[in-house]
């Protein structure tokens, strides 16, 4: 599915802006913060795009995308998603100028956060830790600490300025020097003084925290409308979407950290969030396999669903990784081994979450419940070259490779005769299947000669049984969520 076409094309034009340079620093910042977070390639992409702009100039001339995918030796579709991390992590912005044939991309260079910033940032800091995991978190941490001035041993001794520069004479501000100097100081209000970026926000586009809820249930003696500020308000959403706090529990939290009615400590807000993260899921920290899938990537939004298969699309759609593995243990604490692979699934190969929940179920399901890493990386790294972004399009083709794979079986069933010249019968696996891959197996074997009847098979009934149990307990689950 092709679909960056609609948003960039080969002969589509690009310039560079920046409004500062990188200092040595900002580069160490970038390697060794920022690219476990978006990947070496995104990182090429950034490093490429400031290469392009010359010492002391800040706009590049045009170019067409068609020489960035040479220089960079990376097709469109990639490039286009590898520059959209570097806009969702703070590092570029971009704007867009439609011609008449083509469009005009204005690319706005931002330098990285300062180690401070990034060290104190609610979701940053969480994520990096969770990739380089506690020892090396640490130690990357510590390169950037610095001692703390003891102002006990040292007396501040610093000249003032008006202790070293005299005021202004009187005929330097004579009357007709006035306009002269109004001008010479006057900024074109067509540009702007080179500065240092200000530290970036993330931007959470559809995040759907429910404030009405959460304000509900704050205790009547609190002023919603004075504590809750828009700097408190975008805590609130990060807090909630790194510790999956839900608005019912976020108030409880903030009723924990008020220092009076109307004033909250944002820092013990914090603590209370990661102290009840804790507390409901253990000491490792939390992951990306909490998303679900992206709205416009959807097939079933605002439509009711009449199939089994259809219903099955709007729960993978709905469900993150991380609920679909706990939905299948009934509720147990996923391994972190399984959490690595959801996560690696989701970083490494860029699938999107409803297409990680087909994997994930087609092979739990036909894999006798085990996640096999080797076979999990082989489907992804299929899946991830032939773009798949929809749930339906990973079904497809997961029904396609299961074709196959009955296809050869059926080649293994064949007997074949031993060296004493009997016959031997070659083992072949019985998969456990979900309904929506059951469906088209179904399909293709009304259409052979009459066999035995699977259905007939005690044995098959009592996994068909199963899977359904599993599936009405992950409904259940949904439901209860969506009714707290």
Known sequence: MEWHWKELLPVDRYMIRATDQLTIQDQRVLILLYQPLIGAIAYSL?????????DDVYWSEEATHRQLMISMDLPLHQLFQERKKLEAIGLLKTYK?????????????????????????????????????????????????????????????TYAFDEVFTSLSHSEIATHHQTEVLEALEIDNNKDI????????????????????????????????????????????????????????????????LLHDDQLNIDELRKRAQEWYKIEYGNE????????????????????????????????????????LESR????KVPLADVKIIESLILDYQLMPGVVNVLLDSVLIRNDMKLTKSLIDKIAGHWSRKNIKTVKEAMELAKLEYQKNTAYQQVKKEVKPNEKGRAKKSYVRKDKLPKWLLKEQDEKSSEEKPVKSQSQDPKFTLEKEKFEKMMEQLRQKKAQKEED
Request: hydrophobic share 40%; aromatic share 10%.
């Open 194 to 257: 080179i500065q240092r970026g200000q530290n970036f926000e993330i931007v959470f586009a559809d995040h759907n925290f429910d404030f009405q809820l959460m304000e509900a249930d704050l205790a009547t003696f609190i002023n919603a409308e004075k504590l809750l500020t828009v700097e408190l308000r975008k805590v609130i959403v990060r807090l909630a979407f790194v510790y999956r706090i839900q608005p019912l529990e976020m108030s409880r939290l903030i009723q924990q950290a």
């Open 46 to 54: 950034y490093m490429t795009l400031w290469s392009e702009l010359e």
């Open 97 to 157: 100028k439609r011609n008449a044939e083509t469009s005009t991309y204005l690319y706005d260079l931002q330098p990285p956060m300062s180690p401070q910033a990034f060290f104190t940032n609610d979701v940053l800091s969480v994520y990096l830790y969770n990739r380089l995991g506690k020892t090396k978190y640490r130690q990357i941490r510590e390169r950037f600490l610095i001692d703390k001035l003891n102002h006990d041993e040292f007396e501040e001794v």
């Open 285 to 324: 920290p939390p992951t990306l396999g909490l998303k679900t899938h992206p709205v416009k990537h959807r097939e079933m939004v605002g439509k009711e669903p009449q199939t089994e298969e259809e219903k099955m699309i709007v729960l993978y759609e709905t469900t993150s990784p991380l609920d679909l």
């Open 329 to 332: 243990s009934d509720g147990a």
